[in-house]
């Protein structure tokens, strides 16, 4: 129930126009695809992470917020993924960091 909360919540930012690049509203909607899969396989986990590399450097911050809040809930987020957004300003990294179960002790030191 939550989950498509978070969903409708991007997707009525994105037809507001509230979301100003298009690589930022592909990024949102593939990442509202990817967390709406309940248990994805590691084709689709490793096709995600190659589309969020590919786009994550033109996204824009109130995307990027968006995108930190679905993907720390979610348990498939590739740990790559999660250090990246980790590493960014607080606004974007606080959920990463508050309820991400895919970084663990050593990875948090290592972001301190």
């Known amino acids: 129930m939550r989950q498509s909360s978070i969903r409708?919540?991007?997707?009525?930012?994105?037809a507001a126009g509230q979301l100003s690049s298009r690589r930022s509203d592909i990024l949102l909607a593939a990442t509202d695809t990817f967390c709406n899969q309940s248990r994805p396989d590691k084709t689709r986990i490793d096709q995600y992470?190659?589309?969020f590399y590919s786009l994550i450097e033109d996204t824009a911050e109130p995307a990027k917020k968006l995108i930190?809040?679905?993907l720390?809930?979610?348990?498939y987020t590739p740990r790559q993924v999660l250090l990246y957004l980790a590493m960014e300003e607080a606004a974007i990294a606080a959920p990463i960091l508050a309820y991400s179960k895919g970084l663990g002790q050593f990875d948090l030191l290592q972001i301190i």
């Open 8 to 14: 409708q919540a991007s997707f009525s930012r994105l």
């Open 49 to 51: 992470r190659e589309l």
């Open 72 to 75: 720390a809930r979610h348990y």
């Open 68 to 70: 930190a809040t679905a």
